[in-house]
Structure formats: structure tokens, C-alpha cells
């Protein structure tokens, strides 16, 4: 009997992790470099940068946004350079990073105990995208994966109607298991508008998620171990960026 109870556990274990396996979204390489010029970070200083300063295991790093408008993304070399920019300084060199081409920063953390940096980007031109991105690193920046969330089906239902989740919270504990929580407000353009809530999981450090789970309402954040960055970076880190460009 005990011979069967453990087969039967382990064939439950196995399902849960084959079913777990299909809903989580592959992770596929980013954080793609470009060459770091003077209108470039000219370019990204035209809005606030986000700033951190570094610790033992991560580097600092600026955080901007390239606007779409901007003339070297219209044509030539720079065609197609916009959205969020990621600036990292290693020893006295800095360079310059996308991490998910063309999409906005929504919220960027770093780990408490470890060289964990995780990016949420978001498309917002000519409309909201349908799904997030969550870039993930865990050398310090010198490489990362970005995962899709898409987007519930709940969203835009009988056609668009501008719907889109907002994010609301992003949770990890220690051992890399933590939730995505967003919302959404559905039938703006009717009276019977309502926000409703859904959630993702991840149980390998932010590398995979779980589809989008309905929730029955807002869920308050729980204690773990991301520090959201700066929303300032310090006029020290932004001069170092703008005379190591402008020296180049």
C-alpha cells in the first residue's frame, strides 16, 4: 500500500508540474545593447531618470525613457531606439542597454539578497500593449531573459476598447516564489463600469509565470525581498553618465 501511495504522489507531482510547465511563459533573451553617444543620453535626460547607486553584487545603474519622437529614432543608425533605457556603469565605463525594445518602464526593483534586478516594461504607443514584459537578471546586468505576461481574454472582449491591466504590486520571497498583481477597468465607456483584479505566479525567481487567475478583489502587498529603485537618480551618478559620453 505505501508502494502505491507513493506512486500515485509522485504521478500527482508530476501532472502539477507538466500543468504548471504549459501555463508558464517561456523566457527569452534581452536586454539589448546599443552604442552609448551623447544625444543618446542627451535624448534620455530630456525626462527624469530613475537612479541606483550599486551595492556589492549589482552595479549602478540610470533608468530613462527614449521618446519615439525623437529625431535619431526616425531615421538612421538610431531608427527604432526608444522606449526604456538602461545605463550601467561597470568600474569607469558606462553603457547603454534596451531592455524590451520600444516599451515603457513601469516599475524596476533590486534584489535585497542578491544580484537580482527585475524591469516591468509595458507598449504605450498608439495605444496600450496587450501583455508585460518582466526583464529578469541575476549577474548584475551583464545578461537577462524577459518573460510575456499576456494580458487576460476578459480584457477587450467583442472588440477594442482600450482595456488594459494596470500594475498594482510585484512580490518575491527568498526562495524565488512571488506574485504579479494588476488590474483593470472594464466598460469605462458604459454605467456599468468595474475594476476587477487578476494575478500571476512565479515559483523560479520571476524567470516564468503562471496565466492571468481572476481575483476577487485587491490583494494587499506581501514582505520580500525587491527594493523598488530610486524614482531620482543623484546628480552624481547623471554628470559621471553625461562626461563619459560626451568624452567618447
Not at 542627451?42 to 525613457?65: E, T, V
Request: proline residues 7%; contains cysteine.
Amino acid at each position: 500500500m505505501a508502494k502505491t501511495d507513493a506512486i500515485f504522489r509522485l504521478a500527482g507531482f508530476l501532472a502539477i508540474s507538466l500543468a504548471w510547465a504549459a501555463l508558464a511563459p517561456s523566457a527569452h533573451a534581452c536586454l539589448r545593447e546599443i552604442p552609448l553617444e551623447a544625444q543618446l543620453v542627451a535624448d534620455a535626460r530630456a525626462q527624469p531618470l530613475q537612479g541606483f547607486a550599486g551595492n556589492g553584487k549589482i552595479p549602478p545603474f540610470l533608468l530613462g525613457h527614449l521618446s519615439y519622437l525623437r529625431e535619431a529614432a526616425q531615421s538612421g543608425d538610431g531608427e527604432g531606439v526608444h522606449g526604456a533605457v538602461l545605463f550601467v556603469q561597470q568600474g569607469g565605463a558606462w553603457r547603454a542597454f534596451l531592455p524590451a525594445d520600444g516599451e515603457s518602464t513601469l516599475s524596476a526593483y533590486v534584489s535585497s539578497s542578491s544580484p537580482l534586478v527585475i524591469i516591468v516594461t509595458h507598449l504605450q504607443i498608439e495605444g496600450p500593449g496587450q501583455s508585460f514584459t518582466v526583464m529578469r537578471s541575476t549577474d548584475g546586468l551583464r545578461s537577462a531573459q524577459c518573460a510575456i505576461l499576456p494580458f487576460p481574454k476578459a480584457l477587450n472582449r467583442g472588440g477594442w476598447k482600450s482595456e488594459y491591466l494596470e500594475l498594482r504590486s510585484l512580490q518575491l520571497d527568498a526562495r524565488g516564489k512571488g506574485r504579479l498583481i494588476a488590474s483593470a477597468l472594464l466598460g469605462a465607456d458604459t454605467d456599468r463600469q468595474q475594476t476587477r483584479w487578476w494575478r500571476y505566479r512565479t515559483r523560479n525567481g520571476a524567470k516564468s509565470w503562471s496565466r492571468p487567475r481572476a481575483l476577487p478583489g485587491a490583494r494587499a502587498p506581501r514582505p520580500g525581498v525587491l527594493i523598488p529603485i530610486p524614482e531620482t537618480a543623484s546628480p552624481a551618478q547623471l554628470e559621471s553618465l553625461a562626461s563619459y559620453a560626451n568624452g567618447r
